[in-house]
């Protein structure tokens, strides 16, 4: 850094900030129906809180580096390792645009598959 400007501070990204984006990725993305708690335990406390960040679990590393956990329930009948790439590159896309962090890896956890109606 430069002697001749001072220091304006730093930002600080929560990781629940993180989290909504990711969420709103997951959520606009073809192929998912839903999210999934990455647990029974989450499952309950997520009902009883109403979570939005359901199904997203976000690790900042010390060096601003991103690990996303995205835990989904996906629609039956569709390519399932294409929907998770497509969905990957969506959340690593929307996080790197809105942060400007590293996503350095996303992890697609799929937890069910639903059958949509075809009535």
């Known amino acids: 850094m430069s002697d001749s400007q001072p220091s304006l501070g730093n930002i600080q990204i929560a990781g629940s900030a993180i989290a909504s984006i990711a969420s709103h990725a997951v959520l606009s993305s073809y192929g998912v129906v839903g999210m999934a708690a990455k647990n029974v335990v989450d499952g309950i406390a997520n009902a009883l809180t109403r979570d939005p960040h359901k199904g997203i679990e976000v690790t900042i590393s010390p060096e601003?580096?991103?690990?996303?956990?995205?835990?989904?329930?996906?629609?039956?009948?569709?390519?399932?390792?294409?929907?998770?790439?497509?969905?990957?590159?969506?959340v690593r896309y929307q996080v790197e645009q809105a942060t400007e962090l590293t996503v350095e890896h996303v992890h697609v956890h799929v937890h069910g598959l639903r059958v949509s109606n075809s009535d």
Do not use: K
């Open 64 to 90: 601003n580096t991103v690990v996303i956990d995205v835990y989904v329930i996906m629609e039956y009948g569709t390519n399932l390792a294409q929907v998770a790439r497509s969905l990957s590159n969506a």
